[in-house]
């Protein structure tokens, strides 16, 4: 669908290969979805104190269904209907409920059919982050809510200091091997491109330590995190360039205790589809 400029977006991800690395990483999910699990209950939090029901709702990369039982939690009986949806069918897998494989890109839903949708962490991977937020608006109906957290520009920023140092050292450049986000001075304009009203954009930051950062790289490797840049780097990563910098990451960031720290910006925005015009 295209943008309000009516531009065709660039293919920053392969969307095939996210689909796959996340079918890989479904079967033991829940031993790296602390992130998932933090998003979906700030969702939950945010939707407790507002004075109304929503009969219909969606969850757009339900992943484990960690926002299904933080709704349960937090905010009980504020949802009628939840649809767990999820690019990978295998995430999906295992649990009752309302499921549905679809893609953020191409929403199978009709115009004007949910009362609310939340996206936890999957709006990142999205080549066209303003065209995704179109669609969810106009499956919207007037007055219908959406909250969506999506990791932001400052994730995993130590990694990508060290990565881009090593290659400078190593290949005599640095290319793009970690997949670009947003920006958050930029969050709540997405949601006015994109037809919301009375949007608001927060950031939380995550800083999570790690004995080596190969034990980050097989936490985003569980989570189905990983780069799925569409132009893949030149030149392969190899054993020579990881150990430089793994050793610059410790030089640069490493803690007394001899851990490492690793970013991650979690940004949630909340935003309404306008309602309908009072009659003249």
Same mark, same amino acid.
């Given at each position: 669908?295209?943008?309000?400029?009516?531009?065709?977006?660039? &293919?920053?991800?392969?969307?095939?290969? %996210?689909?796959?690395?996340?079918?890989?990483?479904?079967?033991?999910?829940?031993?790296?979805?602390?992130?998932?699990? &933090?998003?979906?209950?700030?969702?939950?939090?945010?939707?407790?104190?507002?004075?109304?029901?929503?009969?219909?709702?969606?969850?757009? =990369?339900?992943?484990?269904?960690?926002?299904?039982?933080?709704?349960?939690?937090?905010?009980?009986?504020? !949802?009628?209907?939840?649809?767990?949806?999820?690019?990978?069918?295998?995430?999906?897998?295992?649990?009752?409920?309302?499921?549905? *494989?679809?893609?953020?890109?191409?929403?199978?839903?009709?115009?004007?059919?949910?009362?609310?949708? *939340?996206?936890?962490?999957?709006? %990142?991977?999205?080549?066209?982050?303003?065209?995704?937020?179109?669609?969810?608006?106009?499956?919207?109906?007037?007055?219908?809510?959406?909250?969506?957290?999506?990791?932001?520009?400052?994730? /995993?920023?130590?990694? &990508?200091?060290?990565?881009?140092?090593?290659?400078?050292?190593? /290949?005599?450049?640095?290319? =793009?091997?970690?997949?670009?986000?947003?920006?958050?001075q930029d969050a709540a304009n997405l949601l006015q491109r994109a037809g919301f009203v009375q949007p608001v954009s927060d950031v939380d930051s995550v800083t999570v330590t790690y004995e080596h950062p190969l034990k980050l790289i097989a936490d985003l490797r569980q989570m189905g995190e990983t780069s799925?840049?569409?132009?893949?780097?030149?030149?392969?990563?190899?054993?020579?360039?990881?150990?430089?910098?793994?050793?610059?990451?410790?030089?640069?960031?490493?803690?007394?205790?001899?851990? !490492?720290?690793?970013?991650?910006?979690?940004?949630?925005?909340?935003?309404?589809?306008?309602?309908?015009?009072?009659?003249?």
């Amino acid at each position: 669908m295209p943008s309000p400029d009516h531009l065709s977006p660039p &293919r920053l991800f392969d969307r095939t290969l %996210h689909r796959k690395r996340l079918d890989r990483a479904a079967r033991a999910y829940a031993n790296a979805d602390f992130l998932q699990r &933090r998003a979906a209950l700030d969702v939950a939090e945010r939707l407790a104190p507002i004075l109304r029901s929503f009969p219909l709702a969606v969850d757009l =990369s339900a992943r484990g269904g960690a926002f299904a039982e933080a709704l349960a939690q937090e905010a009980p009986g504020k !949802v009628g209907a939840l649809i767990e949806a999820d690019l990978s069918h295998r995430m999906l897998a295992g649990r009752g409920g309302l499921r549905v *494989v679809a893609d953020e890109e191409r929403l199978p839903f009709a115009d004007a059919s949910l009362d609310l949708i *939340v996206s936890t962490l999957g709006l %990142h991977w999205t080549n066209d982050v303003v065209g995704a937020l179109i669609q969810i608006r106009r499956a919207l109906k007037p007055d219908g809510l959406f909250i969506g957290a999506f990791l932001g520009g400052t994730t /995993l920023t130590e990694l &990508r200091q060290s990565l881009v140092a090593a290659e400078s050292e190593i /290949l005599g450049g640095a290319g =793009s091997r970690v997949s670009p986000f947003a920006d958050a001075q930029d969050a709540a304009n997405l949601l006015q491109r994109a037809g919301f009203v009375q949007p608001v954009s927060d950031v939380d930051s995550v800083t999570v330590t790690y004995e080596h950062p190969l034990k980050l790289i097989a936490d985003l490797r569980q989570m189905g995190e990983t780069s799925v840049l569409a132009d893949r780097h030149p030149k392969p990563l190899t054993r020579a360039l990881l150990e430089r910098t793994f050793q610059l990451y410790f030089e640069r960031f490493g803690g007394e205790d001899g851990r !490492v720290p690793a970013t991650f910006e979690i940004l949630t925005l909340t935003g309404w589809a306008p309602a309908i015009p009072a009659a003249r």
